[in-house]
């Protein structure tokens, strides 16, 4: 975006740019004031929902940024799903940066309760039946429950980017002095994977990790990834 041929340099005054990538907060801040120097006005707009939600149009969309500028901006995210603005330029990246943790951390806990489930004698598909409409139950369980349990890894979003994320939340934690033990752990488990060649599967296959600490390996069970 800044350097020679970027989009600012080709951007009039007034214009409106929408950054829906996961990055670091203090670079969307950063394009921001870069932004308000040549009349242009930024947003961060990290999205959640993945495939599903952009073939059905409800993804949540997390926007840092001047309120009335993203007020312009609600009839195009009407189309795509739903815009929540969280606060100032950079708060749609710490957002989404929390919803990658939140998400990571639900899709472990997922796998690790079907892998104590199933390897204590239950049967997975009963047990998600059993526990879905409870305090277990999630989003997170109603996309990739069924998914886990049918060796489905087909990406919606490539667990080697959750790494990403996950790496540019710990910098961020460190920056701001938090401690976040839970973080660090989740990012280990799908760096394991990535590690073993699985980078480019969906987030879901995280189980595989944990499937490897057990002792449970891929011959076991027949993997759909195609």
């Known amino acids: 975006m800044l350097g020679p041929g970027g989009v600012f340099e080709g951007l009039r005054p007034g214009a409106i740019t929408v950054d829906s990538t996961s990055s670091e907060p203090s670079l969307a801040r950063e394009l921001f004031q870069i932004g308000i120097s040549k009349g242009i006005h930024c947003v961060d707009a990290p999205v959640s929902g993945g495939d599903v939600g952009a073939q059905e149009g409800s993804l949540a969309f997390m926007a840092g940024g001047n309120a009335d500028t993203i007020k312009v901006l609600e009839p195009l ?5 739903k815009v929540t603005h969280v606060g100032p330029a950079g708060a749609g990246q710490i957002c989404k940066l929390a919803n990658q943790i939140t998400v990571a ?18 049967n997975p598909n009963l047990f998600l039946k059993a526990v879905s409409g409870g305090a277990a139950g999630s989003k997170v369980m109603d996309i990739f429950g069924a998914k886990i349990v049918q060796r489905d890894f087909l990406p919606g979003g490539f667990a080697e980017n959750m790494v990403k994320d996950l790496g540019t939340a710990i910098k961020e934690a460190q920056n701001m002095g938090g401690c976040f033990p839970g973080l660090a752990l989740t990012q280990q488990l799908f760096l ?21 600490l057990n002792n449970i390996t891929s011959s076991d069970t027949e993997l759909k990834m195609q």
């Open 77 to 81: 995210f009407k189309c795509m799903g």
């Open 192 to 212: 394991s994977l990535v590690a073993h060649g699985d980078g480019r599967l969906g987030g879901q296959a995280v189980c595989l990790s944990l499937q490897r």
């Open 105 to 122: 951390a639900n899709l472990t806990g997922l796998s690790e309760g079907l892998i104590y489930a199933e390897k204590a004698g239950l």
